[in-house]
C-alpha cells in the first residue's frame, strides 16, 4: 500500500510541474521526503496522515481505512526495505 501511495505522489508531482504549480510541487516533494521513511504513518498523528492522505487526492470516505492499512503492524513489516548488504557481508541478523 505505502508503494501506491508513494507511485501516485510520484504521479502528482509530475503533473504539477506541467501545470507550473510550484506551490502544489514544493507540497508533493514535501510528502514525498516524508514518505521516504517506511515507518512514516506509524509517527505522525492522525490528522497529519489524513491532512496527506486528502494532499494525495485519497478521498475523505476511504482515508481512514487506508491509514488503517498503513498503520497495521503487519504491513509495516511488509513495506519495509530490505537491509543494504555490502558484497560478502551478511545482515546483522543473520550474523547472530
Known sequence: MLNKIRAHNEE??????????????????????????DACFLKMTLEEALAILRD?????????????????????????KKPIVKHGTRPASENA
Open 12 to 37: 502528482l508531482l509530475r503533473w504539477f510541474r506541467n501545470e507550473q504549480n510550484q506551490h502544489a510541487v514544493h507540497r508533493q516533494m514535501l510528502i514525498k521526503d516524508i514518505l521516504s521513511d
Open 56 to 80: 494525495l487526492g485519497i478521498p475523505q470516505s476511504e482515508a481512514i481505512t487506508v491509514y488503517t492499512t498503513l498503520t497495521n503492524p503487519r504491513a509495516y513489516s511488509e513495506n519495509r
